[in-house]
């Protein structure tokens, strides 16, 4: 399995990036997606999940700025960031398992190398 993040960029404060991810060679019937982030010298975070069924969950500094949504091919997320903060700034990483996990959890099974998000 690989998940290859794209989307990432420099923008200035306020402005909006969208990343991409896709999972390739995933063959299980079920699969949760979710973006985290870590900046230097900060531990990974969990941004945003969707599930399996449908249902997401934000972190909250990101509720009402970022939407996590289902790409049109399977087996692909999105991830629309608007109202970018400079304290946004940050490796993004999509993941990727087949049970339901939460934000809070980091083993997630599958992960992406990261795209960079930098707001100035």
């Known amino acids: 399995v690989q998940l290859v993040e794209s989307g990432g960029g420099s923008v200035e404060a306020g402005g909006s990036l969208r990343l991409s991810c896709s999972a390739t060679g995933y063959t299980a019937s079920s699969i949760n997606m979710a973006w985290f982030r870590q900046a230097p010298g900060k531990e990974r975070e969990g941004v945003a999940t969707?599930?399996?069924?449908?249902?997401?969950d934000y972190a909250e500094s990101v509720k009402g700025r970022f939407t996590i949504s289902l790409g049109t091919t399977a087996n692909t997320v999105a991830l629309q960031m608007n109202m970018l903060k400079p304290e946004d700034t940050a490796m993004y990483f999509c993941?990727?398992?087949?049970?339901?996990?939460?934000?809070?959890?980091?083993?997630?099974?599958?992960w992406g190398s990261g795209t960079q998000v930098t707001v100035s």
């Open positions: 969707i599930w399996d069924s449908g249902r997401t």
């Open positions: 993941a990727a398992d087949r049970l339901p996990l939460r934000l809070h959890q980091t083993t997630w099974d599958y």
